[in-house]
Nanobody
């Protein structure tokens, strides 16, 4: 399996970004999918999860109401719309399955700074 994340950038506080992830080499549609983030020296943090039929999603308390996760099973893609970004959202963002992770991709850097 392989994941390719994109869309990270430098953005000012209060700004928005949309991250994308393309998965390949596995049956994407069968798996709950998640976004994670990591800062230097810290554990990787679960940010958001979307379930197989996109009927429900879970969010970390720190992003709830600001981030929206979505998926397109026809294109094997996962997205994360991030609004009202805060400096504490600065991290490398990764996608992967919710459980029984495949190898991690390179991630995409999000930096929130004025």
């Amino acid at each position: 399996a392989q994941f390719v994340e994109s869309g990270g950038d430098l953005v000012q506080p209060g700004g928005s970004l949309r991250l994308s992830c393309e998965g390949s080499g596995f049956d994407f549609f069968r798996y709950p999918m998640s976004w994670y983030r990591q800062t230097p020296g810290a554990e990787r943090e679960l940010v958001a999860t979307i379930y197989v039929l996109s009927t429900s999603a879970d969010y970390a308390a720190s992003v709830k109401g600001r981030f929206t996760i979505d998926r397109d099973n026809s294109k094997n893609t996962l997205s994360l719309q991030m609004d009202n970004l805060k400096p504490e959202d600065t991290a490398v963002y990764y996608c992967n399955t919710r459980w029984n992770h495949f190898d991690w991709g390179q991630g995409t850097q999000v930096t929130v700074s004025s």
